[in-house]
């Protein structure tokens, strides 16, 4: 499953506002974040994506959890879409912006270290 660890002081209620309408459009391939849902407690948030590669379209979420280092950033569990390298572009373009807006933050665990 792709995954990005980003380490540091970010929290996924910074990130919602900001992830919340991301478009990412070079075609044929299209990067899009539809809608953000944050949980009650804040510590997790949704992301309804849409990812377009040629022929391909594939709608699916994402999952932003808090955790003690930082937040995790991964493909829903309840969802399987494709492991293509748009979506794990969409996982890695949403970790660098997580790292842009927080400067103090590091990458951690991760298998998308050639998409970053």
């Not at 293509?84 to 790292?99: E, F, M, N, Q, Y």
Request: charged share 20%; with cysteine; hydrophobic share 45%.
């Amino acid at each position: 499953m792709p995954h990005v660890q980003v380490t540091g002081p970010c929290r996924v209620e910074d990130l919602a506002p900001s992830l919340a309408s991301l478009v990412e459009a070079q075609p044929p391939e299209v990067l899009k974040i539809q809608a953000a849902y944050l949980a009650l407690d804040r510590s997790q948030l949704i992301l309804e994506a849409i990812v377009v590669e040629e022929y391909l379209r594939q709608s699916f979420f994402l999952l932003l959890r808090d955790e003690p280092e930082g937040i995790m950033i991964r493909c829903h569990p309840f969802c399987s879409p494709q492991k293509t390298d748009a979506v794990k572009r969409l996982i890695a373009r949403i970790a660098r912006a997580a790292l842009a807006l927080h400067p103090a933050c590091a990458v951690g665990h991760t298998n998308l270290q050639a998409f970053l």
